[in-house]
């Protein structure tokens, strides 16, 4: 599992996951975030520092 991870990682900073089409926006009515935006949005759960 770790290595999935690893690798999806290295794709993603490679730029395999670039680009977009509608199937998100179409199917949830949202349009689709980058990884930074979502991570800037949920912020306080990538910072909590009392995760049990």
Same mark, same amino acid.
Request: hydrophobic share 40%; glycine share 8%.
């Given at each position: 599992? *770790?290595?999935?991870? %690893?690798?999806?990682?290295?794709?993603?900073?490679?730029?395999?996951? &670039?680009? *977009?089409?509608?199937? %998100?926006?179409?199917?949830t009515?949202?349009?689709?975030q980058?990884? &930074?935006?979502?991570v800037?949005?949920?912020?306080?759960?990538?910072?909590?520092?009392?995760?049990?």
């Amino acid at each position: 599992m *770790i290595q999935h991870f %690893i690798e999806v990682a290295v794709d993603y900073q490679n730029g395999v996951f &670039e680009g *977009i089409d509608g199937a %998100i926006k179409q199917i949830t009515g949202i349009a689709p975030q980058t990884i &930074e935006q979502f991570v800037t949005a949920n912020q306080e759960v990538f910072t909590a520092s009392d995760r049990k």
